[in-house]
């Protein structure tokens, strides 16, 4: 069991970036992987980015792939979303999550991860 808390949410002007982070504790001894979902007003949450234990690996959504660079730093047992070119449609709750890795993961997939961070609202203006 690991316990997720995000930070780093907020008001920025389209153009800006941002940068969130994700704090876990607990059992981090596992390798777990990490990703990144947010939920935007009257939609489905939806992937935004994931990284495995090492970071050897790393997956993006359409929207987030050259704007958006996800990272970690496992002796600070913490993740980063780092999002820069920031439009209105990124305005959502961001939430943080990690799973065991195994082999076979679908990182895309929100069923696949275990735990889950509250999420942190992050609203980009015009």
């Known amino acids: 069991q690991v316990q997720l808390v995000e930070s780093g949410g907020g008001v920025v002007q389209a153009g800006g970036s941002l940068k969130l982070s994700c704090v876990l504790s607990g059992r981090t001894f596992s390798d777990y992987s990490l990703g990144w979902f947010r939920r935007a007003p009257g939609k489905e949450r939806e992937f935004v980015a994931a990284?495995?234990?090492?970071?050897?690996?790393?997956y993006y959504s359409d929207f987030a792939e050259g704007r958006f660079t996800i990272s970690r730093d496992n002796a600070l047992n913490t993740g980063y979303l780092q999002m820069s070119s920031l439009k209105p449609e990124d305005t959502a709750v961001y939430y943080c999550a990690a799973t065991v890795w195994t082999p076979t993961l679908l990182h895309r997939s929100e069923v696949a991860y275990d735990n889950w961070g509250q999420g942190t609202q992050v609203t980009v203006s015009s």
């Open positions: 990284i495995t234990w090492s970071g050897a690996s790393t």
